[in-house]
């Protein structure tokens, strides 16, 4: 499980990398959605993979921290997903309004002179 | 005022949320209104940090700074988020506040009118810097950095315009970035420590394993390279210029003290986690700061003898001054960062001042006026702005003279010339560089210290070559087709009361400067901030509320 999980974010973040670098639009977003999918992978994985652990405990018992998964990096991942979405939305439209107005597609505003 | 300290500490995060959220409701024609209530949560917002300063610095008791801790959710600490203020956070706060005020002034001239949403997104942004500066918590700093953030992209393309869309683009890819290794960092500390909480993390990271420190040390590094980003450190800083040049005059103002927030974070951050460490000074994060900020000043030196327009000046002005204050982080000295943290408070006050001076001198020449134009077609407020400058444009007798003292007055104070705030602030790093007092066992002064020395005068020599050359153009042989610009009085006031604001830093040097000292003293010696974050006491249910239970 964990060599999956770990080669599943390399190649996310490799990929995402490679098309951020890229000079169109698109493929930056695109990269940039790989990227934070590779990222959001990793906050998980920091709470140590784990499996039939449930990460809520009950009140008052008497627990074993041991016998449960750790509930913070399941938190934080719903936090950074939420507002990765958010301003990767904001970008798109930013993506839009360049495209509209410089007529290309390529992040400089202009094809580069050849 | 009957409210304690403790529950002031969510104000300035609260009132901006609540004044921006308020304004969604209404209509953008309703701006007399919208234009009142962001006046009004401003003021409210420098006073309460004045108060909060006040209450930190213990009402001028030097050595016993107050920290107040706000928990939220009411949990025993470490656990869930909490907000800490502390001399350092409360300073920031006023700061944010002072520049605050004036830039919405400004906003109302014209700039207001030139998109929508301008006064929810400038609120929102400052709720962003104030939790930045507030919170005690890693996670919580990458969200309120990402308020910030979101209200800044709406900010930089205020007006819009192919300008702004074009350096909007690269601001928003390059931060998106930055957010996402703010992340990895975030997620890396938590790993190893297990906690997110600034004071826990402090205890927790003296005491962790030889093998899992690397981990933590390539943690705090990939963060950090998040803030420097922010902060613009070369080589990470090709996007500021640009960005800022670019941005509207009123964002690019609040802007100066955005990058400013990269600075807090990793003043605060690295002396509380790597400060107990007795090599840090010697060890690769401080010297990466040492030399990065030094290859800083030196690449804003040369951008801004090179820069044309003056919005490119400006954007080169704040690298030379995030460059000098990495610097004088990185040499890790009590005395030169007392006399950063001086320079960091009228440095940024100066270039905002700037900022908005800019746009006024340019409104007089054809390229400022054209943009301008563009963006008020583009939103369809054609006919009203030319209607509004028949009615209010009247132009100021001696616009030009007035223009020009301020437009002095920001030079001296970025060069660093006697009389005002911004030579106190070099002779205070300078003399705390070469000052024996400070450390009498130092006989030989290093040669980074000449460096530095030889570099801070450079830069503001090259800012003299800039500004006059600048000024002389702009001033005394206009180009032919330059217009005497109009110009509001509710547009100038704003930059008057920044530059005196800097005239009351140098009049109230000595006071002033004991604060920083203080402030300075009680970063590098953190034990009391995480004793009182340990230790913050709960507040007490009330009675009938613990019985239904």
């Not at chain 2, 690769?284 to 800083?296: C, D, E, K, S, V």
């Not at chain 2, 440095?347 to 563009?374: D, H, K, P, W, Y």
Request: proline letters at 6%; one cysteine or more.
């Amino acid at each position: 499980m964990e060599l999956v999980l770990s080669l599943s974010i390399g190649i996310l973040a490799g990929s995402g990398v490679w098309l951020l670098l890229r000079p169109r639009t698109y493929q930056v977003i695109i990269g940039l959605g790989l990227l934070s999918y590779a990222v959001n992978l990793f906050i998980f994985s920091v709470g140590r993979l784990v499996m039939g652990r449930p990460p809520i405990t009950q009140a008052g018992a008497q627990i074993d921290p041991a016998a449960f998964a750790d509930p913070v990096p399941q938190a934080l991942v719903l936090t950074a997903i939420v507002i990765g979405f958010a301003t990767t939305a904001l970008f798109l439209v930013i993506l839009l309004a360049s495209r509209g107005l410089t007529g290309t597609d390529h992040v400089d505003g202009k094809e580069p002179d050849r | 005022m009957r409210l304690s300290p403790e529950a002031l500490v969510i104000a300035p995060i609260l009132i901006p949320l609540v004044a921006g959220a308020l304004q969604l409701f209404l209509d953008d024609r309703g701006r007399k209104l919208k234009a009142a209530l962001s006046i009004l949560s401003t003021v409210a917002l420098l006073i309460i940090s004045i108060q909060l300063l006040r209450f930190t610095h213990a009402d001028g008791d030097i050595s016993e700074g107050r920290i107040a801790v706000y928990l939220l959710g009411n949990w025993p600490p470490p656990f869930a988020i909490n907000l800490v203020l502390d001399r350092l956070s409360a300073m920031m706060l006023t700061l944010t506040a002072t520049l605050a005020l004036p830039v919405l002034i400004f906003s109302l001239g014209r700039w207001h009118k030139a998109g929508v949403h301008f006064h929810t997104l400038f609120l929102l942004l400052l709720m962003g810097l104030n939790g930045a500066f507030l919170t005690g918590d890693l996670f919580n700093l990458f969200v309120f950095f990402e308020v910030m953030l979101a209200a800044s992209y709406g900010l930089v393309l205020h007006g819009s315009g192919l300008l702004r869309v074009k350096a909007g683009v690269h601001y928003i890819a390059i931060n998106l970035v930055a957010s996402l290794l703010f992340l990895i960092g975030v997620a890396l500390i938590y790993g190893v420590t297990g906690t997110l909480n600034m004071a826990d993390l402090a205890i927790r990271i003296p005491q962790i394993s030889e093998t899992n420190y690397m981990m933590l040390e390539s943690g705090a590094a990939i963060l950090s390279v998040a803030f420097l980003i922010k902060a613009g450190m070369w080589p990470l800083s090709f996007w500021l210029p640009a960005t800022y040049a670019a941005a509207p005059a009123p964002s690019a103002a609040i802007f100066a003290i955005m990058s400013k927030v990269g600075i807090y974070v990793l003043l605060r951050l690295a002396l509380l986690f790597f400060g107990h460490d007795p090599d840090f000074p010697e060890g690769p994060g401080a010297q990466i700061l040492l030399y990065g900020g030094l290859a800083t000043i030196s690449f804003g030196t040369v951008g801004v003898l090179a820069s044309q327009t003056l919005g490119r000046f400006a954007g080169f002005s704040v690298l030379i001054s995030s460059g000098t204050l990495l610097t004088s982080m990185g040499l890790v000295q009590t005395e030169v960062t007392a006399g950063a943290l001086y320079y960091l408070v009228s440095s940024t006050l100066a270039i905002s001042a700037l900022f908005l001076l800019i746009e006024l001198i340019e409104r007089g020449q054809n390229m400022a006026t054209s943009v301008l134009a563009v963006t008020m077609e583009a939103f369809g407020y054609q006919d009203e702005e030319t209607e509004d400058e028949e009615i209010v444009g009247v132009v100021i007798p001696r616009t030009i003279a007035v223009l020009g003292t301020c437009f002095a007055a920001c030079a001296i104070l970025l060069i660093g010339l006697p009389p005002l705030s911004g030579f106190i602030a070099k002779f205070v790093i300078l003399s705390a560089l070469f000052n024996p007092d400070a450390a009498n066992q130092m006989t030989n002064i290093p040669t980074v210290s000449w460096w530095f020395m030889a570099l801070l005068i450079l830069s503001g020599l090259a800012t003299l070559i800039a500004m006059s050359r600048s000024g002389i153009h702009a001033f005394w042989v206009p180009p032919a087709d330059a217009v005497l610009p109009r110009v509001l009085f509710i547009e100038i006031l704003p930059i008057a009361v920044l530059l005196c604001t800097t005239l009351v830093l140098t009049l109230q040097a000595g006071p002033v400067m004991r604060f920083m000292e203080a402030t300075a003293s009680s970063l590098h010696a953190p034990q009391p901030y995480i004793e009182s974050v340990m230790h913050a006491p709960r507040t007490e249910l009330p009675q009938p509320l613990k019985a239904t239970e």
